[in-house]
């Protein structure tokens, strides 16, 4: 199947500070989502892009769906506590035929904030 | 702000047995998913539902799993005789009908295979 590569795996940052965290693909993609996970909980949606080049924010995360279509990076600005969490990329790549709209998963970035 | 809501949160089942996971969906959503995600690995697509019928499944979505929508909302996953490897966290999305690839996820059930 298609594989979605998240980077960094994990970050280990000071409350106050901006990350970034991207995923890239061999494959040209449909969208983007953005995901955050908590322990033991399920994905809840931070952002979706639909076009390439596009750059969405939403508060204090900001996103953008590479030009190439192939990549997308998530950046969360002024870090909180409550930052902290895994954040998934997912998207379906453009050849997977089809209209049920399956998302593809990366891997994930665990964000740890430390106050 | 509605919610897909899942039951039971916690499932402890022995090898062998079949289990049913139920997923209540956001009552104007058109697209329902399964996915799986094993301990500390990413999130894997089973199942998609539309329609009353599947439209699409994964390799992991073998015969020993199937899904259906009895009554217009619970929206069910069976996993007919349970495997060790069956483990996981199962979690339901759906979606609204239209050109969007925004999937709304339950908060999982973690199924426990011994």
């Known amino acids: 199947g298609q594989q979605l590569n998240q980077s960094p795996q994990s970050m280990f940052i000071q409350e106050g500070e901006d990350v970034s965290m991207n995923c890239t693909s061999s494959?040209?993609?449909?969208?983007w989502l953005w995901y955050k996970q908590d322990p033991g909980e399920g994905p809840v949606l931070l952002i979706a892009?639909?076009?390439?080049?596009e750059l969405t924010s939403n508060g204090r995360l900001t996103a953008q769906f590479g030009i190439t279509r192939k990549d997308s990076f998530l950046n969360i600005s002024a870090s909180i506590p409550s930052d902290v969490g895994i954040y998934f990329c997912?998207?379906?790549?453009?050849?997977?035929?089809?209209?049920?709209?399956?998302?593809?998963f990366g891997k994930g970035t665990l964000l740890t904030v430390n106050p | 702000e509605p919610e897909v809501t899942q039951t039971p949160s916690h499932q402890v089942t022995q090898m062998g047995q079949e289990v049913i996971l139920r997923c209540v969906p956001i009552s104007n959503h058109l697209y329902f998913y399964w996915y799986r995600q094993i301990l500390g690995q990413k999130v894997e697509f089973l199942v998609s539902f539309y329609n009353n019928e599947i439209s699409e499944k994964s390799e992991i979505f073998d015969d020993q799993f199937s899904v259906e929508r009895p009554d217009g909302s619970n929206f069910t996953l069976k996993i007919r005789s349970t495997k060790l490897e069956d483990s996981a966290m199962y979690f339901c999305?759906?979606?609204?009908?239209?050109?969007?690839?925004?999937?709304?996820f339950g908060p999982g059930t973690r199924l426990t295979v011994t």
């Open positions: 494959s040209i993609f449909n969208t």
């Open positions: 997912a998207g379906q790549p453009l050849n997977s035929g089809g209209s049920n709209y399956k998302l593809t």
């Open positions: 892009l639909y076009k390439a080049g």
């Open positions: 999305a759906t979606k609204t009908g239209g050109y969007s690839y925004e999937q709304y």
